[in-house]
Structures are given as C-alpha cells and as structure tokens.
C-alpha cells in the first residue's frame, strides 16, 4: 500500500569546480515533452487541479502517473510524498512529488547474487525519483531519477535564488554515511540542475567534513551566489545508523568556496578553494 504525506510550506509569495556538468535547458523548449523527448502528462483541462482535489483522487492520478512514467508494477509497494510551494511566476501553487522504491530495492537485492553487498551499500541504486507539478496547467513531468540510497527520502526544500519572487527546488540525497544537495531551476516543464555539492561525507570517522550554503547577492548576474562554509557536525548519538541519520551542522561562517551562476552556461562555476 503507497504510504502519501503532504508537506506544505510557511513562505508564501514574498518578496563549479564541484557544479554539476549538467547543462540547462532553452526557455523556449517545447513544453510538452521533457528533455528526452517524452511526451509529459497533461490532464485534461475539466479534471480538477490536483492539489485542490480530494486526497483519493490525487492519490489515484499520482500512482497511475508513477506506475507508467518509472514502470512500477501493480504489486510493488512505494512511497510517495508532496512538496507545495510557488515555483513560477504564476500565482497558482505548484509542488515536488518523491518516490522512494525502497521496498523494490530490497526485492532487488535478494535476487542478485550479492545481496550482503547491496546492503552494506545501502541499497544504492534508481530508487529515488521526483517530478514536477505545474499547479497552472494541471501538468506532471517525467520523473528525475536520483541514484541515491532508498534507504532515506529524497529531502525537498526551497530557496529564493534565481529570483524573490517565487521559489527554486533543492533536493538533497544520500549515499551511505555522506549527503549531497542538488540546486535546479525550472525552465517550463523541466527542472534543470544546475549545482551539486556534499552536505556532509565520512559521517562518524575521523574523516569526517561538512558543509554550510549561504545564498548571497549574485556578483555575475542577478541570480545568488551560493557560498560554501566549513560546517562543524554536532555530537551524534551512540548506536546511530550513519546510513540515516540526519545531523546537525553548525555553521562556523568560514569561507571554503564561493560559486557564481553564468546565464550563457545554465550553471555555476567557481574561481577555486580559498
């Protein structure tokens, strides 16, 4: 049985040496596929907008949607989770939906030939997908798949970096004991990815770094600056399972990178490591 949560969140319409190689997409793209070519769901205009609707109802199209978009069979148990927030320069909210296929990984796992493998690596694998709904136009993208470990959620959060006027989507994921934050930007229906940074690696040796994303006033153009600082990570509780747990980073302020966003390019470069 899909397990559906709802997150919605408080802000309303206010207001690379290690960048991601991914180029972003042109404006003027057809908006009716995505950037593979594949034809995105659109539903039909007298069908109720999805967040507006009942809970059953868009539990229903969510899953007819996932099922056919990453081939999910009518036996596999999933989980989904909605994210609302103002993504574009509309005034209709939006929303990030996450798959996390955990149970399908497990199943995966059992029938290769290195099952104890697969778990010492956290399942690490395809399991962790999102999609985009535009709230204006009833749409669902494809979905993005993060190769990550289902082991934990594809964490969803917002920032105002492109611009104050609505939101752009961070995505965040894990890999064993290490975390990495993904930046995109929408153009029309496709979320672009335009930064990728670790969060956090080697949680609990003595190895161990961490991070800190500060969003300053753009110096190349008007989109922010992100700015890396050293991160201390908080005490962690005895017996915790470093493959999940989430830990507290303490902002030291200290400066380790500053990325700027180039327009012509679609993403985010830095001059170098202080």
Known sequence: MKLVYFVMTCSVLLSCNSASDSKSSEPDKDENTDIFGNEIV???????NLLDSTEQYLNDVIDVHCRKTLYISEEEDYEIKVFKEYLNQDSVIDAIITINRLAFAKKKAQESEQPIKAKEIGYMGPFNAFYFYNGATNQISTP????????????????????NSYKDVLVDYRIR???????????GMVPSLVFEH?????LGTNKQEAYSFNYNPGTQSEIKNILLTQGQVNRIPKQSDLF?????????????????FIPGQGKYFSLGKN
């Open 177 to 187: 004991n290490s975390s990495t934050r993904q930046v995109y930007f929408l153009y």
């Open 144 to 163: 993005l798949v993060v190769p990550s470990s289902p082991l934990v959620n594809l964490k969803i959060s917002f920032e105002n970096i492109s611009n």
């Open 42 to 48: 659109n539903q039909p205009v007298n069908q109720p």
């Open 198 to 202: 670790t969060i956090f690696d080697e």
């Open 244 to 260: 999940t747990f989430e830990p507290e980073i303490i902002n030291t302020k200290k400066t380790v990178q500053e990325f700027f």
